[in-house]
C-alpha cells in the first residue's frame, strides 16, 4: 500500500448543473436562484446562434459579443465600463476559454458573479484562474472572485465545434489532467480527479472523433473536461502548462491544438521520473506503457502533432527555450536543462517522437 504524504488541499465552492438538452432551463433556473435581473451576456459574435439557443427569452441587460483569444486588456477594459454602465448584476458567459475568460476579466474587477455555459472543453469554467494579454504578454493570476458561481453543461452545444477543434479541445483537457499529476501542488485528491478525468477523455475521444453528432461521447468529455480543470486548479501548473503559456502568450499560437502537441513530449520527458503519474496515466488509458497508450490515442484521434503547422516559426525556437527555462517549476519531477528545453521544443516543432 502506498504511503499517503502530508497534503493541503483546498476545494473550490461550486455548483455545477450537467444535462443534454438542458442549458435554457439551467440558465434560466440559476439566473432565478441569485435573484438577477439586470445580467450582461458575454458570448462572440461567432456564436450568437448558440447563445440565443441558451438564453431564449430571459430577459438580458446588454450583450457583449467582441471577444477575442487570450483576452486582450482593450477588450477587457471595454466589457468592464459596459458592465457599469448597464448596471450589470450577473454575467453570463455562452462560449469556449476566451469567452469564459473576458467574463473573468469583468469579475476581477467589478466582483459580479458568472453562470458560465461552456460550448468547448477548455474547463477555464471550473479554475479560478484569469488571464489578460497585454503588449503580447499574458499575464495570469488565481483569484475567487473570478471563479464562476454556477457552470451550466450541456453537450448539445458542443455538437457544433468543428472534429478537429473538438478533439484538440479535449486533448487540451487531457493535458491538464497529466500535467496535474506533478504539478506544483498534486496531492492524491486531486491526482484521484485527474485520473478519472483521463478514463473519461480517453473514452470519450475516439467517440468525438469517429462520431461527431454522437451525444455520449460528447458528454463523457464535458464531464471529463470538467474533472480535468478542477484537478488542474488545485494542483497547479507544471512544466506542461509553463511551456504551453509561452508559446500561446508570446507567438500567439492556438492554445487547444499547443497543448495536443506538447504533451506527449512532456509526458515523454518527465515519466521516467514520475513513475507513480506515469502508472496511473497508463492505467487510465487501458495502456501497459503511459508515453506509448497517449501517443496511440493521439494518432487514432489524427491529432496535430507539430508546431509548425500551428504557427510557430523555427527561428523562436531559441527565443521559446530562453523564456520558458526561468519558469520551469522547481518541483519538475525531472531537472531541466536549457539543452534538453531545446531538443523538447525542436522535436514538438519538428513533430518527431521525443525519446
Ligand atoms: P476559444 O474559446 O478561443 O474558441 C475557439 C473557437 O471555437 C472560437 O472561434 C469560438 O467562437 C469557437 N467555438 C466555441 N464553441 C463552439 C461551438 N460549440 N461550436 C462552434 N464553434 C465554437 O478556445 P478554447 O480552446 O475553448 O479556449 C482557449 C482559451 O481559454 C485560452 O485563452 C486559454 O488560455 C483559456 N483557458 C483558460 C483556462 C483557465 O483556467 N483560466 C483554462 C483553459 C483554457
Request: net charge negative; proline share 6%.
Amino acid at each position: 500500500m502506498n504511503e499517503i504524504p502530508i497534503f493541503d488541499h483546498r476545494t473550490l465552492g461550486q455548483r455545477v448543473m450537467f444535462g443534454s438538452g438542458q442549458a435554457a432551463n439551467h440558465l434560466r433556473s440559476a439566473t432565478y436562484d441569485l435573484s438577477a435581473s439586470t445580467p450582461m451576456v458575454v458570448a462572440a459574435r461567432g456564436d450568437r446562434s448558440l447563445a440565443d439557443a441558451v438564453l431564449g427569452d430571459l430577459d438580458v441587460a446588454v450583450r457583449f459579443d467582441d471577444v477575442r483569444p487570450h483576452v486582450p486588456v482593450a477588450q477587457a477594459e471595454q466589457a468592464r465600463s459596459i458592465a457599469r454602465e448597464h448596471g450589470a448584476d450577473l454575467l453570463i458567459s455562452i462560449g469556449g476559454g476566451s469567452t469564459t475568460g473576458l467574463a473573468k476579466a469583468v469579475a476581477l474587477t467589478t466582483g459580479l458573479p458568472i453562470i458560465a455555459v461552456p460550448t468547448t472543453y477548455a474547463g477555464s469554467e471550473a479554475t479560478n484562474v484569469w488571464g489578460i494579454t497585454e503588449a503580447a504578454r499574458k499575464t495570469t493570476g488565481q483569484d475567487d472572485r473570478v471563479l464562476p458561481h454556477t457552470v451550466v453543461y450541456d453537450a448539445e452545444l458542443t455538437r457544433s465545434l468543428p472534429c478537429e477543434l473538438s478533439v484538440a479541445s479535449a486533448c487540451n483537457a487531457l493535458a491538464h489532467c497529466v500535467d496535474s499529476l506533478w504539478a506544483p501542488s498534486a496531492n492524491p485528491i486531486n491526482s484521484a480527479l485527474a485520473t478519472e478525468a483521463i478514463r473519461a477523455l480517453a473514452d470519450a475521444l475516439p467517440e468525438v472523433a469517429d462520431r461527431p453528432e454522437s451525444l455520449a461521447g460528447r458528454e463523457h468529455a464535458l464531464y471529463g473536461a470538467y474533472l480535468a480543470a478542477v484537478a488542474f486548479a488545485s494542483a497547479g501548473s507544471g512544466l506542461h502548462h509553463k511551456i504551453c503559456h509561452v508559446l500561446g502568450g508570446r507567438f500567439d499560437l492556438p492554445h487547444a491544438q499547443t497543448h495536443t502537441i506538447v504533451l506527449p513530449h512532456v509526458l515523454a520527458f518527465n515519466a521516467p521520473y514520475a513513475q507513480a503519474a506515469a502508472t496511473r496515466t497508463a492505467a487510465a488509458l487501458g495502456a501497459t506503457d503511459a508515453v506509448d497508450g497517449l501517443r496511440a490515442l493521439l494518432k487514432s484521434v489524427e491529432a496535430p502533432t507539430a508546431l509548425r503547422d500551428v504557427g510557430l516559426a523555427e527561428g523562436d525556437l531559441d527565443e521559446a527555450a530562453d523564456l520558458i527555462l526561468p519558469v520551469v517549476p522547481a518541483s519538475n519531477p525531472r531537472p531541466v536543462t536549457r539543452e534538453e528545453l531545446g531538443e523538447l521544443l525542436r522535436n514538438a516543432w519538428m513533430g518527431t517522437v521525443s525519446s
